[in-house]
């Protein structure tokens, strides 16, 4: 079997008022490969597909490894795309092929919204009302982040939570600081301060308390507080042994959206040095693959979807592009596919009607 076409563009699918009203999801990238062999794989970002046909037209699909070795750790779509064939080829969903632990993964919801966190005038009682219609459906588990003038208010919103619905058996609470990116950086008082606020919520986590790669503040807040402290979101493949080195995270958390090989090895490499690996999520198309990945991983027992806005669903926002259900939800978890591959099954008359125009051969 040898590659013959690497093709790269955008799809859009044209939004009602109400879809847009509620922050549907209605655009994608896709690379798509196909083989002499007759199957077609599908990665769900785009590429520079001169750049990825020169180097795998004429080749065995089937050799990721050596691709990625010589450059296409840089196309994480075309990368995705080969591990749809190979699943494809072998008959067998990505998860049963790598080696599953599971066949569902449960799911927590990011919760955005509307509206700059640090401005917002949405109070804590209108977040832990939004949190509770989603335990109504099903969901067990929730993030939110920590952007607000006061962290204190934030505490706030898990302490009604915990009023209203009970302990973390009932719904979890993460805590996302989001590192520098929530437009302030916590001092190292603040950060023990909230922390120690969270403990007595029972929230189950703090992510990224200080700015991205600042090894030595999080190592410290870790030993001095008893709450999970994580991160590692859109960080290179090099960092995570410094990460898990250094004792700085209870759980790392590489960005799903990736390199499949180099989540696998993120994941083993936490695994040998007794630390968790739970992706960093995405939304929609983006999460068909880690979802397979995070079957095969013991300890990624839940994984992100992100961004929810209140008060829709995720299954409502992803609708769009998929004419129906993306994914099988049941119970606030997604029983994967035993469709081959990623398990999505594509139609490519749909995939050529809605591409992009710019992006169009």
Request: proline letters at 6%.
């Amino acid at each position: 079997m040898e590659i013959t076409q690497v093709e790269s563009f955008s799809v859009e699918v044209p939004l009602t008022p109400a879809q847009e009203g509620r922050h549907c999801y209605n655009r994608t990238g896709i690379t798509r490969i196909r083989t002499d062999a007759g199957l077609t794989g599908y990665g769900f970002a785009t590429c520079d597909a001169a750049a990825v046909s020169e180097l795998l037209v004429g080749r065995d699909p089937l050799r990721i490894e050596a691709f990625v070795q010589e450059g296409l750790d840089a196309w994480y779509g075309a990368e995705n795309a080969l591990w749809d064939i190979a699943g494809k080829a072998g008959g067998l969903p990505l998860h049963r092929l790598l080696g599953a632990c599971r066949d569902q993964v449960p799911l927590y919801l990011t919760c955005v919204w509307p509206g700059a966190a640090d401005q917002t005038d949405v109070t804590p009682q209108q977040q832990a009302d939004d949190i509770a219609r989603y335990a109504g459906a099903g969901y067990r588990a929730v993030k939110i982040r920590s952007w607000r003038p006061d962290p204190l208010e934030d505490v706030e919103v898990i302490r009604l939570v915990r009023q209203r619905l009970g302990g973390p058996d009932r719904m979890e609470v993460m805590v996302d600081r989001t590192a520098q990116y929530s437009g302030t950086t916590w001092d190292y008082a603040t950060a023990l301060r909230v922390a120690r606020a969270l403990e007595e919520v029972d929230a189950t986590w703090l992510e990224e308390p200080f700015q991205r790669g600042d090894i030595e503040l999080s190592a410290r807040l870790r030993r001095e507080t008893c709450i999970a402290i994580t991160g590692g979101e859109h960080q290179p493949l090099d960092v995570y042994w410094p990460y898990i080195r250094s004792d700085a995270f209870d759980i790392v958390q590489p960005h799903c959206a990736n390199v499949y090989l180099h989540l696998k090895k993120i994941a083993a490499l936490a695994e040998l040095a007794g630390v968790d690996c739970i992706f960093h999520g995405s939304h929609g198309l983006d999460l068909a693959g880690s979802l397979q990945l995070a079957a095969t991983i013991p300890s990624c027992r839940i994984h992100e979807v992100v961004y929810t806005t209140p008060p829709a669903l995720p299954d409502e926002a992803w609708a769009p592009p998929h004419q129906g259900r993306l994914f099988e939800v049941r119970g606030g978890s997604v029983h994967l596919s035993a469709a081959p591959g990623l398990g999505i099954d594509v139609a490519e008359e749909a995939v050529d009607r809605y591409r992009v125009k710019e992006d169009a051969p």
